[in-house]
C-alpha cells in the first residue's frame, strides 16, 4: 500500500502563486509515476499534470501549461506542484495521485492511478 497525504492548499488572488505538495509512504518503490487531478463542484476529476518515478518525463494538461510545474525529490518522497499566475477557473479540490502502470500514454487518466490522497481544496478568487 502507499499513503499520500497532500498539503498546501489555500485561498489565494487571480495571477497568484501556490505550491501543493504530497507527501508518500509505504511501498512507495512499486509506482512508475505520481499525478496530480482536480476536481470542481460538479465536475469530473481531470488530470493537471504527471512526472515519471526518476523525473525525467513529465506531462501536462494543456490548460496548464507554461504556468504550473511539477517536480518531486525521491529523497523526500514528496512531489511538488507550483502552480503560477492562477486563475478563478483552477479553483477545485487537487488530489495527488500513484500509479504502479508502466504505460506514460495511461497516466493522464485517472483509471490508471491506484493510490490517492484526500485532496487540498485550492481557491482562486478574481
Known amino acids: 500500500q502507499v499513503q499520500l497525504v497532500e498539503s498546501g492548499g489555500g485561498l489565494v488572488q487571480a495571477g497568484g502563486s501556490l505550491r501543493l505538495s504530497c507527501a508518500a509512504s509505504g511501498r512507495t518503490s512499486r509506482t512508475t509515476a505520481m499525478g496530480w487531478f482536480r476536481q470542481a463542484p460538479g465536475q469530473e476529476r481531470d488530470f493537471v499534470t504527471a512526472i515519471s518515478r526518476w523525473g525525467d518525463g513529465t506531462t501536462y494538461a494543456d490548460s496548464v501549461k507554461g504556468r504550473f510545474t511539477i517536480s518531486r525529490d525521491n529523497a523526500k518522497n514528496t512531489v511538488y506542484l507550483q502552480m503560477n499566475s492562477l486563475k478563478p477557473e483552477d479553483t477545485a479540490v487537487y488530489y495527488c495521485?500513484?500509479?504502479?502502470?508502466?504505460?506514460?500514454?495511461?497516466?493522464?487518466?485517472?483509471?490508471?492511478?491506484?493510490?490517492w490522497g484526500q485532496g487540498t481544496q485550492v481557491t482562486v478568487s478574481s
Open positions: 495521485a500513484a500509479t504502479t502502470s508502466p504505460y506514460g500514454s495511461s497516466w493522464s487518466r485517472a483509471s490508471s492511478y491506484d493510490y
